[in-house]
């Protein structure tokens, strides 16, 4: 066993901002500095990633939000995170906080926001920002459990921000259908207009498929809401246990109670298990999700976000398959997972270069937006990448916001 005392010189050291810093949150200067900052090449290609996609239609939409429930917020963190005694969660909730731009546990929450609004208002053609609320574990019987939870973000925070700044932010609720009236919240928000709910089923234990969740199914459906929910492998938040619970084809109760759904990062990462086979044999979870994507059935109710889709261990068949298929992409959305992009290690352009998605001299100027705003690179990088054989791009329909979804009515299917 080891000794954890022993070891936590070691662990305080690597946590020490001029050790995390490059990996995590090092940039040359601030935001607002970027177009000063960076050469007229770097500029055109920003320039041209916003070329005829408005601002209004172009949301993104999943970007987390990190708190610690100071003020009044109502949020939550699991205290492991904060603690030496579990290393392993203490350096990588400081890989996060290092890529908000936060230095300091006490004033995480109003720091992070302070640096997502200094990224996002750096240029008023990107859009506006979907903040992801997020519940704590529930059990089956409906009873919270903090020893599963990572950490909660509150309803009411999101809306609260999305009042504060309406021109910016776009409340996304998270509700568990476990919990007891999560019915009658679903219900609460709706009324107050909110459109979007959040699920990362491994963390917080939710089982699509279960028949129980019908009534919150028929109460989402009513006022008109969409869930976002995770589906594949789930590396950044605990949940390892419930990692089946991740299976896109767990999806298909909600979908076939005509409930829209946003399945994030395409289900891009690891293996689930083949529910419609004999035996139930483990295949690619994004397989599992081109099967329904695929679906004629789902075709104006299922829908994806591009979130994370260009981090190191993504850009493979998930990647290379969307962008094969653009009479698909208007049912696409761009999302940045931000903080995610913000973590330097995460972020290989040296790699999407050598599978030729993007040449050398795009990797050098996207660098240059990267070290003052990795929101904008995020955006720009999706922008210009391309199929390394058919040359295809992400058509401009992959960045507007679906009709069905309340967008712009220049989305169209090919």
Known sequence: MINVLKIAPLFLFLSCSFVLNPFAGHFKGEPNELNEQISEHAKNLLNQSFKGLPAACTPDVHVHVLGTGQLGSGNW?????????????????????????????????????????????????????HLLAFDYHYDENGFKDLAKSTFHI?????????????????????????????????????????????????????????????????????????????????????????????????????????????????????????????????????????????????TKILFADLSAMTLYNRPSKPLLTILKNPQLHHRLMNGSDYPLPAINILIHTSSLEKLKYITKREKNLLNEIYSYNPLLFDFALKRTLRHPQTRQKFLDAAFLLPQELGGCQQKKAL
């Open 77 to 129: 963190l699991q205290p492991d995170l904060r603690s030496f005694f579990h290393p392993i969660k203490y350096i990588k909730y400081r890989f996060f906080l290092s890529g908000g731009g936060i230095t300091s546990f006490e004033t995480a929450g109003p720091d992070y926001l302070k640096r997502l609004l200094a990224l996002a208002q750096a240029d008023a053609r990107y859009g506006k920002i």
């Open 154 to 298: 509150s309803n009411e925070y999101v809306f609260s921000l999305a009042q504060k700044y309406p021109n910016r932010f776009v409340p996304v609720v998270s509700i568990h259908p476990n919990k007891p009236r999560a019915t009658q919240e679903v219900m609460k928000w709706g009324k107050k207009g909110i459109k979007y709910i959040k699920w990362l089923p491994s963390a917080q234990g939710i089982n699509p498929a279960l028949e129980k969740h019908d009534a919150y199914y028929a109460m989402v459906k009513k006022y008109n809401m969409t869930i976002l929910s995770h589906a594949g492998e789930e590396r950044a938040v605990d949940g390892e246990e419930f990692q089946k619970l991740n299976n896109p084809l767990l999806l298909r109760r909600p979908l076939n109670k005509g409930v829209k759904i946003i399945v994030a990062h395409l289900a891009g990462l690891g293996q689930c298990q083949d529910l419609d086979a004999q035996n139930h044999p483990k295949k690619d979870c994004f397989d599992l999700f081109w099967r329904l994507f695929n679906n004629p059935q789902y």
